[in-house]
T-cell receptor, first 113, second 116 residues
C-alpha cells in the first residue's frame, strides 16, 4: 500500500542555518504530495503542496520539489528562524483508497537563537 | 473564528467511562476525519466520512465509534475508555480536488484526552 517515510528527528539547528528534511514515498498511481506543519499546542496546517512531477511547492521561505524519479519530496529552507520550531509532516494523497491522505511520522525541528 | 472546532479541548476521565468528542466545521466540506496522535507515531486514522451517509473505518477503529449528524458535525465516541486511549485527537476536513486528486486537509486544534 501507499506509504511515506521521513527522516527521524529531532533536528536541532541554529538560527539562519539551512534546513533539509527528507521525505520519500511509495504510491501506486500519481499522488499529490504535501508538507504540513504543527506548531506547539495546535493542529496541523498545510505548509505547501505539489500535485504533479517536477512541480515545486513553496510558502514562507520553505520549498519542496516533487521528484518522481527518486520518489522524493524533500523540504528545504535557506535560513531558519526560531519561529520555525515545530513538527513537520510529509503526506500524500492518491487515487488508491479514495484519495485518503497518508502521513509520515513527523520530524520535530528545534531552532536555537 | 476557527473553521474547524473541537470540544472539549482537554478531558480527563476514568477507565470504563463513555466519552464523546465533538467536531464542527464551517468550511462546507463533505469529507471529515478523526485522527489520533501519539508521541513519535504520527497520525493514525480512526474513522472517516466522505458524506453524511458514508462512514468508513480507518486503521485503528477498534474501541471507537462515530456519528455524522450533519455535513458540519462529526462526533467520535469511546464507549468504554481505557488508559491506552490516552492521546491527542484531531478532527479534520478536506476539500477533495476532484480530477487533480488533491485532498488538502484542514485540522481542528485537537482534544487532549487522558484516561486514568
Amino acid at each position: 500500500g501507499d506509504s511515506v517515510t521521513q527522516m527521524e528527528g529531532p533536528v536541532t539547528l541554529s538560527e539562519e542555518a539551512f534546513l533539509t528534511i527528507n521525505c520519500t514515498y511509495t504510491a501506486t498511481g500519481y499522488p499529490s504530495l504535501f508538507w504540513y506543519v504543527q506548531y506547539p499546542g495546535e493542529g496541523l496546517q498545510l505548509l505547501l503542496k505539489a500535485t504533479k512531477a517536477d512541480d515545486k511547492g513553496s510558502n514562507k521561505g520553505f520549498e519542496a520539489t516533487y521528484r518522481k524519479e527518486t520518489t522524493s519530496f524533500h523540504l528545504e529552507k535557506g535560513s531558519v528562524q526560531v519561529s520555525d520550531s515545530a513538527v513537520y509532516f510529509c503526506a500524500l494523497s492518491s487515487n488508491t483508497g479514495g484519495f485518503k491522505t497518508i502521513f509520515g511520522a513527523g520530524t520535530r525541528l528545534f531552532v536555537k537563537a | 473564528d476557527a473553521d474547524v472546532t473541537q470540544t472539549p479541548r482537554n478531558r480527563i476521565t476514568k477507565t470504563g467511562k463513555r466519552i464523546m468528542l465533538e467536531c464542527s466545521q464551517t468550511k462546507g466540506h463533505d469529507r471529515m476525519y478523526w485522527y489520533r496522535q501519539d508521541p513519535g507515531l504520527g497520525l493514525q486514522l480512526i474513522y472517516y466520512s466522505f458524506d453524511v451517509k458514508d462512514i468508513n473505518k480507518g486503521e485503528i477503529s477498534d474501541g471507537y465509534s462515530v456519528s455524522r449528524q450533519a455535513q458540519a458535525k462529526f462526533s467520535l465516541s469511546l464507549e468504554s475508555a481505557i488508559p491506552n486511549q490516552t492521546a491527542l485527537y484531531f478532527c479534520a476536513t478536506s476539500d477533495f480536488g476532484g480530477g487533480t486528486g488533491t485532498d488538502t486537509q484542514y485540522f481542528g486544534p485537537g482534544t487532549r484526552l487522558t484516561v486514568l
